[in-house]
């Protein structure tokens, strides 16, 4: 036996590790830690600080210039009696009620629709991909205009067609529902590129055996494909859950929470709180309870779909 050499549990030899060998893994290693350690600050700073500060923040009293006062749990017991916390709540829950069902339903279809071999395909999708790419603010400067009861494009075309005006974003029953078409219009193009992928990842074999025992198109899409997509379905539902309950951007662009306050969501309600009002620990207490409910929907909704067996994680 030589020094360059060490026994193996089968009796075989296989070569040391010189120091040299050591020496450069160990630089690989750095070398990869240094691409990687700036980014990874950053991401920390950017998520871990403002979190911990935040739950801080909620248990105190403070407007930003005076020194903080700690209060305990008293902004979550205000929280509890704030009617006001309570209708952005119910608010919310009407947006997410008609938004997710019609982003996961229009992208299911529009991906189906886009699951073919025609002349421009290629156009197409980008023409579907384009909106969702568009600024938001930019979004709900526009459907304001489309939906302005004076002058608004809708409208006109309801008075051409001899039907009734609408009072849209200046009707309290109404202005929600326009929200949630404005929203559609621009994330419905991210349920459609997910479902897309996923309706090209379905085997080939399962739909011509589905074929050759007799199905048609909606058979073969209804016993074939569905189950295929039920994870996708599951992950797309929890993504526009999630992005339903943050709703903020058109909202902020389109109506200010108005009329009556008839739009005003949850994350709205918290920036009047923390950045009109300057009640900073108020505003940290319902970012809190924001991330309570979105846990737990996000909860909710994976243990069922493990139930089912739709994992999406």
Known sequence: M?????????????????????????????????????????????????????????????????????????????????????????????????????????????????????????????????????????????????????????????????????????????????????SLWGQAAFTTVIYLAALQDVPVELLEAARLDGANRWQSFWRVVWPQLSPVTVFTTIWQVIQSIQLFDLVYTSTRGGPLDSTQTIVYYLWEKAFRELRFGYGSAVAYVLFGITLIITIVVVVDGRRRGQEAF
Do not use: C
């Open 2 to 182: 030589t020094a360059s050499t060490l026994p193996t549990r089968a009796g075989r030899q296989r070569p040391a590790q010189r120091p040299g060998a050591r020496l450069r893994r160990w630089k690989n290693d750095f070398g990869g830690w240094a691409f990687v350690l700036p980014g990874s600050l950053l991401v920390l700073g950017l998520s871990l600080f403002p979190a911990g500060w935040a739950l801080l923040l909620s248990f105190q009293k403070w407007d930003g210039f005076s020194p903080p006062e700690a209060i305990g749990g008293g902004n979550y017991a205000e929280l509890v009696g704030d009617s006001e916390f309570w209708d952005a709540v119910t608010h919310t829950g009407v947006y997410t009620a008609l938004f997710v069902p019609m982003s996961v339903l229009a992208g299911l279809f529009l991906a189906v629709a886009l699951n073919r071999r025609i002349r421009f395909i290629g156009f197409y999708r980008t023409a579907i991909f384009v909106p969702f790419v568009a600024s938001a603010a930019a979004t709900g400067i526009l459907s304001t205009y489309l939906f302005n009861p004076q002058f608004g494009l809708v409208n006109n075309v309801l008075r051409v067609l001899g039907l009734p005006q609408q009072g849209w974003l200046e009707d309290r029953n109404e202005a929600m529902f326009v929200i949630a078409i404005m």
